[in-house]
């Protein structure tokens, strides 16, 4: 059973961080591209970030030179670093994994699916970053 469960959310003062992290299980991690992805109730699901063997890293434009994204595959576990953070960060964030390639994503646009391209999902974890 595929399993991704997300943790280190929380509550940061703006020009703070948080580093999340995605456990997965049930698959093998190298072959699965692994998403962040973020979403507000009643908000459309909007790409963070995303990794694969075989392409790299994607990172939506909105985080770049903020967020990095790492792994530990010896752990099957995939970190989401945040530095910097803005009150328009708070989000749910939530983690996803598709067989092999990021679906949905181009070094151009970044995201650009519709919140449904990855078949796994975790749970979410809260982030809040106050003012």
């Known amino acids: 059973e595929v399993q991704l469960v997300e943790s280190g959310g929380g509550l940061v003062q703006a020009g703070g961080s948080l580093r999340l992290s995605c456990a997965a299980s049930?698959?093998?991690?190298?072959?699965?591209?692994i998403g962040w992805f973020r979403q507000a109730p009643g908000k459309e699901r909007e790409g963070v970030s995303c990794i694969s063997s075989s392409e790299g890293t994607y990172y939506q434009s909105s985080v770049k030179g903020r967020f990095t994204v790492s792994s530990d595959n010896a752990k099957n576990t995939l970190y989401l670093q945040m530095n910097n953070l803005k009150p328009e960060y708070t989000d749910v964030y939530y983690c996803?994994?598709?067989?092999?390639?990021?679906?949905?994503?181009?070094?151009?646009?970044?995201?650009?699916?519709?919140?449904?391209?990855?078949?796994?999902w975790g749970q979410g974890t809260q982030v809040t970053v106050s003012s």
């Open positions: 996803a994994a598709t067989f092999r390639i990021c679906r949905g994503w181009s070094d151009t646009y970044g995201y650009r699916g519709d919140g449904y391209d990855f078949e796994y």
């Open positions: 049930g698959f093998t991690f190298d072959d699965y591209a």
